[in-house]
């Protein structure tokens, strides 16, 4: 079982910058390939960003490229997500997910094995 839990969300006004955090527990020992996803109003989960294990590769969708950035310390066993430029529609719960059991070809939140409870991103105009 791998639990995975946010940290960083808050409000904060456009233009501004926030960085979440997500810190696995439980098999903490083991690195795992993760991502980022958020879901605003909408009832799809949009993703975000992904990092492999290794933290050499990364992924973006297309809302996230050029403002954020996704990276990891994996002797602090954390994973991060810098946003920068932040506008309304970045407002939504973001979360993080591991990739435990098999492997991402399409960044589809089926393929994320576990998921952290999301921690809120509200951006005011």
């Known amino acids: 079982q791998v639990q995975l839990v946010e940290s960083g969300g808050g409000l904060v006004q456009a233009g501004g910058s926030l960085r979440l955090s997500c810190a696995p527990s439980g098999r903490a020992g083991s690195y795992y390939a993760m991502g980022w996803f958020r879901q605003g109003t909408t009832q799809e989960r949009e993703f975000v960003a992904h990092?492999?294990?290794?933290?050499?590769?990364?992924t973006y969708g297309d809302s996230a490229k050029g403002r954020f950035t996704i990276s990891r310390d994996n002797a602090k066993h954390t994973v991060y997500l810098q946003m920068t430029n932040l506008r309304p529609d970045d407002t939504a719960v973001y979360y993080c997910a591991a990739v435990v059991y098999g492997r991402v070809t399409n960044y589809r939140p089926n393929e994320y094995d576990y998921w952290g409870q999301g921690t809120q991103v509200t951006v005011s105009s």
């Open positions: 990092i492999s294990w290794s933290g050499d590769s990364t």
